[in-house]
């Protein structure tokens, strides 16, 4: 009877749970920072591998096809690493604050 009167006691101390799991602190989200995507390069836009960026094939970034006619110096349809070099991407646009609230002014 002591025997059980031992387990009883210590089975509710509140300060040895039973089967309760180690709680385990819950870690802060971290959020990477926006990367900006990638700079297109020759390699990455010369689908057919001829070392040049056809006017089709600038045309799958939009900031290259807009700038195409003015970056292909020699007019001969496509652009060579000389003339790629010189193309700027747009910028990525900078994130807007979100809007402030004014402060409430109080009733009269």
Do not use: E, H, Q, Y
């Given at each position: 009877m002591i025997a059980f009167l031992a387990i009883s006691a210590f089975a509710a101390d509140p300060a040895t749970p039973a089967?309760?799991?180690a709680a385990?602190?819950?870690k802060p989200a971290t959020t990477a920072p926006a990367t900006p995507a990638a700079a297109p390069?020759?390699?990455s836009l010369d689908t057919n591998k001829d070392g040049k960026v056809?006017?089709?094939e600038a045309d799958a970034n939009k900031d290259l096809a807009a700038q195409f006619t003015a970056l292909d110096v020699n007019k001969d349809g496509s652009?060579?690493?000389t003339e790629f070099s010189k193309f700027k991407p747009a910028a990525a646009p900078a994130a807007t604050p979100a809007p402030s609230t004014p402060p409430a002014?109080?009733?009269h």
């Open positions: 089967s309760t799991p385990t602190p819950a390069t020759v390699a056809s006017k089709t652009l060579d690493a002014t109080p009733a």
